[in-house]
Structures are given as C-alpha cells and as structure tokens.
C-alpha cells in the first residue's frame, strides 16, 4: 500500500466512498453506490482496470482522500488483511467492509470495530470493470460476518447501505459462512469447471459439441467462463470445507452412478423429486413492509454481541430486512431493533431470549 494520501476534496455533504480494486465486484459497487448519491473514488493495481472504472462510471475519481465513510476492499483474498489494514489505518476509514468469498481468516486476522466482513452472492460471466452493472445487487444475498470486536453501529451502518442498494443482508458466524459457501458457490464452480472439461476432452468434434450444448449444459457450466484466477487462492483458504463438500457430492454422484447402471427407475424418480421439491421450496426473493414485525433485544457493551445476535439470525434462517442500535441512557446495556418477517419474528424472539436478553415482537 502507498505510504503518501492525497488531500481532501471537496465532495459537498455527500458521504464518501472508496473501493480498493476496481474489478466486476468493486467496480458494481461503485456503480451501486454513486446510483444511491455516494462519491465514489477507486484505486487499483492495475491503472488499466482503474480507468475502465472511471470511463464506465463506476468511479468518479482516483486516490486515498483520507476519512471516507466506507471503503470497500475487492482485492484478491490473500490481499484483503493487509488492505483492509491500510484502510482502518493510513486512509483512517470510518468503516470498512471486503467481498472475498472466504471469510474466517479474515475476520480473525482485522480486529478493528470498525471492520466488517461481508460477502455479497452475486456476480456474473462478464469480467472486469468493463461488465460491472450497478443493479447486480438488487434482491440478491450479501452475507455481512461481524467478528468479536466488530462495533453494532458499524454493523448497522453498513447493513442500511448495503439494504440500500437493494441487497438481502444476512448475518451469520465467519466459519459457519465458509461451510455452507462452499457447498453453494465454491463446488458449484469447480463442478462446472470440471463437467466442462469433461465434455470438451470427450469431444471428437468441437463445433457440433457447442451446437448441441442444449439449455441445461448452459446453464450448468455458465460460471466456469468466469476468470479462475482467483479460485487457487478460494480453494486453499477453503480448503477443508471444499474437500468435504466435494467428498458429499461424489458420494451423491456415486449412489447417482449405481442407480443409473441398476436401471432403478424408481429409485432415480424419488431422487430427482426430492431435489425438485426442494429446489421449489427456495425463499422467495423479496419481503413486502406488511409481511414485517419489528424485534427488540437488548445488547450490551461487551465483545462480540453483535456477531452472537447476527450468527443466531442466520442459523435460525432468519432474514434480518433492517436494523439499528438504540443505547441506553444510563447502564451498560443498548437496544438492537430488528426488522424480521412475520412468521419468524416470535421464535427469533425466543432465541433471543434464550441468550438471556430481554426481547419483545410488536407489528409495524
């Protein structure tokens, strides 16, 4: 990272942004952001992607004007500590969040409140700042993965940005994260990486592979078109939890394999509709006001209580759609207001509660 900042410059009372890698990520960011009336600078280490970003709007600027209220570090992952580090230091953010897809390391490794891990689920084929699009966000999955130190107005904060720019946030514990990613991101695309190699050493004909490549093997193998350079640093920070869900899927390939060659038609039908019934019974993408209630919980001036409220939430399978922190006149021990759907909001109440909070539902 530079030694030397730049001065200030006159942004107005427009709060301010920097995203440290301007790729497809940082750079979809930016746009999201400046959509929402953010001032957006950028820096990266390669001055080619960093115009790209400026030429396509992702950024209005370049350089490290210290203080901006947030700064989104999109670099590789093993580069995220030591950025994140210069961020919460040298450029003296006022939060800070990362977008790599692994995150124990991580959140362990930066131990400012002020640092908030978060993974946003989305992405596509497209690469670089050239493919950003500032409405990627928009009904889709941002994990946020608070660590012990991590301040809750920080997390509220962040949260109400990230809401903003029409993301599903959802809270959970950094190895919990990493576990069930690797199962729904990770493998996935290794997956496809390796069913598309698969067909294309298989092939004899090249051109009439491609035009028979119907609609499933499409989709199927859409995300191996994505850049890989990126994915030995995924596998080797993840590198447990990716053998085991790769070890799960072999298992299911195998008992998929023995059915096939015992032509037991009606072992695959139970297969197949277990998996379709299960698919189908996926969430739907957006909660409406009226499908809300409004959850109260105290938490108190201690390490870690909002990463123990965030991890129960989403190991409960509950969709937190806003949140802020209310404190306390005097005493040690806060509010957290929750807004959750409505057929949730009781048994997170009871969850709550059995972490020896004082908790209340009320409708809005």
């Given at each position: 990272m530079p030694g030397n900042l730049s001065?200030?410059?006159?942004?107005?009372?427009?709060?301010?942004?920097?995203?440290?890698?301007?790729?497809?990520?940082?750079?979809?960011?930016?746009?999201?952001?400046?959509?929402?009336?953010?001032?957006?600078?950028?820096?990266?280490?390669?001055?080619?992607?960093?115009?790209?970003?400026?030429?396509?709007?992702?950024?209005?600027?370049?350089?490290?004007?210290?203080?901006?209220?947030?700064?989104?570090?999109?670099?590789?992952?093993?580069?995220?500590?030591?950025?994140?580090?210069?961020c919460l230091g040298e450029v003296n953010a006022k939060l800070v969040t990362d977008v790599a897809s692994v995150k124990s390391r991580i959140v362990a490794s930066v131990n400012d409140p002020r640092f908030i891990g978060g993974h946003p689920m989305a992405g596509s084929e497209q690469l670089g700042a050239g493919g950003a699009d500032g409405a990627m966000f928009v009904k889709r999955t941002w994990v946020l993965t608070p660590g012990p130190?991590?301040?809750?107005?920080?997390y509220a904060k962040l949260h109400g940005i990230l809401t903003a720019i029409g993301a599903h946030v959802v809270g959970m514990d950094a190895l919990?994260?990493?576990?069930?990613?690797?199962?729904?991101?990770?493998?996935?695309?290794?997956?496809?990486?390796?069913?598309?190699?698969?067909?294309?050493?298989e092939a004899t004909d090249q051109d009439l592979l491609m035009k028979l490549a119907a609609g499933g093997f499409r989709d199927m193998t859409r995300i191996a078109s994505g850049s890989p350079d990126i994915w030995p640093q995924i596998c080797?920070?993840?590198?447990?939890?990716?053998?085991e869900s790769l070890g799960q899927l072999i298992h299911a390939l195998e008992r998929l394999q023995a059915m096939v060659g015992n032509r037991d038609g009606e072992g695959i039908l139970r297969y197949l509709e277990n998996?379709?019934?299960?698919r189908r019974n996926f969430p739907p993408d957006l909660l409406r006001p009226e499908d809300l209630c409004e959850v109260r919980a105290t938490i108190y001036d201690r390490p870690g209580e909002i990463a123990s409220v965030a991890a129960l939430a989403g190991g409960l399978g509950v969709n937190i759609a806003d949140i802020e922190i209310a404190h306390s006149i005097e005493g040690e021990a806060g509010i957290v207001v929750m807004l959750v759907d409505t057929p949730s909001?009781?048994?997170?109440?009871s969850a709550?509660?059995?972490?020896?909070?004082?908790a209340t539902v009320q409708t809005i």
């Amino acid at each position: 990272m530079p030694g030397n900042l730049s001065g200030e410059q006159p942004y107005g009372n427009a709060p301010r942004a920097l995203v440290v890698g301007t790729g497809l990520i940082g750079s979809s960011i930016g746009k999201a952001l400046r959509n929402e009336g953010w001032n957006v600078s950028g820096m990266d280490t390669d001055p080619q992607q960093l115009e790209v970003a400026m030429q396509n709007g992702a950024v209005g600027s370049e350089g490290w004007a210290p203080g901006p209220d947030l700064a989104v570090v999109a670099v590789p992952p093993d580069a995220v500590v030591e950025t994140a580090a210069f961020c919460l230091g040298e450029v003296n953010a006022k939060l800070v969040t990362d977008v790599a897809s692994v995150k124990s390391r991580i959140v362990a490794s930066v131990n400012d409140p002020r640092f908030i891990g978060g993974h946003p689920m989305a992405g596509s084929e497209q690469l670089g700042a050239g493919g950003a699009d500032g409405a990627m966000f928009v009904k889709r999955t941002w994990v946020l993965t608070p660590g012990p130190h991590s301040d809750p107005e920080a997390y509220a904060k962040l949260h109400g940005i990230l809401t903003a720019i029409g993301a599903h946030v959802v809270g959970m514990d950094a190895l919990e994260h990493d576990k069930l990613v690797a199962m729904v991101s990770h493998v996935p695309h290794l997956s496809a990486a390796a069913l598309m190699n698969i067909a294309t050493n298989e092939a004899t004909d090249q051109d009439l592979l491609m035009k028979l490549a119907a609609g499933g093997f499409r989709d199927m193998t859409r995300i191996a078109s994505g850049s890989p350079d990126i994915w030995p640093q995924i596998c080797s920070a993840n590198s447990e939890a990716i053998s085991e869900s790769l070890g799960q899927l072999i298992h299911a390939l195998e008992r998929l394999q023995a059915m096939v060659g015992n032509r037991d038609g009606e072992g695959i039908l139970r297969y197949l509709e277990n998996a379709q019934s299960s698919r189908r019974n996926f969430p739907p993408d957006l909660l409406r006001p009226e499908d809300l209630c409004e959850v109260r919980a105290t938490i108190y001036d201690r390490p870690g209580e909002i990463a123990s409220v965030a991890a129960l939430a989403g190991g409960l399978g509950v969709n937190i759609a806003d949140i802020e922190i209310a404190h306390s006149i005097e005493g040690e021990a806060g509010i957290v207001v929750m807004l959750v759907d409505t057929p949730s909001a009781e048994r997170f109440a009871s969850a709550l509660r059995g972490q020896g909070r004082q908790a209340t539902v009320q409708t809005i």
